[in-house]
């Protein structure tokens, strides 16, 4: 299987990996934690974010959290 890594929507890299359910879980998370990183950056140079803003990255920061216990844990039976 290939995985494609997007980063604002322009392609940074491609792999194959085995079609393992964890490898493949794992490799979901690992994109998903770079996509994280721009949109947390873009969410931090917010000046003044609206009520709605914050809740939206407040559901964001905990989804990412929740990968990374994922990934710290070895809990790669999903990538929820």
Known sequence: ?????????VLV???TVADNPAEV????LQAQAI???AQNRAAIAASNPTN???IAQV?????QNNA???IV???LDGTN
């Open 1 to 9: 299987m290939i995985v494609d890594t997007y980063q604002d929507g």
């Open 13 to 15: 890299s491609s792999r």
């Open 25 to 28: 879980n794992l490799t979901t």
């Open 35 to 37: 996509a994280a990183l």
């Open 52 to 54: 709605a803003q914050v």
């Open 59 to 63: 559901k964001a920061l905990s989804a």
């Open 68 to 70: 990374l216990i994922r």
């Open 73 to 75: 844990l070895g809990l």
